[in-house]
Nanobody, 128 residues
Framework: QVQLVESGGGLVQAGGSLRLPCAASGRAFASYAMGWFRQAPEKEREFVAAISRSGDSTYYAESVKGRFTISRDNAKNTVYLQMNNLKPEDTAVYYC?????????????????????WGQGTQVTVSS
């Protein structure tokens, strides 16, 4: 089992940047593929980015491709979401998620129900 704690959210102007760390407790962090999702008010939670267990494979939603970067540091049990050129439509609660896997070392899960563990979320607000 793993516990996830996101941080780094806040208020930023359009065009600005934020970096969201997600710290994982528990063992065998490298056994988990990791992802970021977000949920805006009155909208469903949506996929943002995923990174494989190895860190060699990443996948992004079209809406953030070229602006956001997901990375992981397995030695620190942490996954990051670097968000650049933020837009007001990026305003949402951002959630970190983990998928325990004994399968492909390079798979990047992209669906809500593929993930087993979720953090509590961190609010990101982008002003215009």
């Amino acid at each position: 089992q793993v516990q996830l704690v996101e941080s780094g959210g806040g208020l930023v102007q359009a065009g600005g940047s934020l970096r969201l760390p997600c710290a994982a407790s528990g063992r065998a962090f490298a056994s988990y593929a990791m992802g970021w999702f977000r949920q805006a008010p009155e909208k469903e939670r949506e996929f943002v980015a995923a990174i494989s267990r190895s860190g060699d494979s990443t996948y992004y939603a079209e809406s953030v491709k070229g602006r956001f970067t997901i990375s992981r540091d397995n030695a620190k049990n942490t996954v990051y979401l670097q968000m650049n050129n933020l837009k007001p439509e990026d305003t949402a609660v951002y959630y970190c998620a983990a998928q325990y896997s004994t399968g492909s070392y390079y798979y990047t899960p992209r669906m809500n129900d593929e993930y087993h563990y979720w953090g509590q979320g961190t609010q990101v607000t982008v002003s215009s």
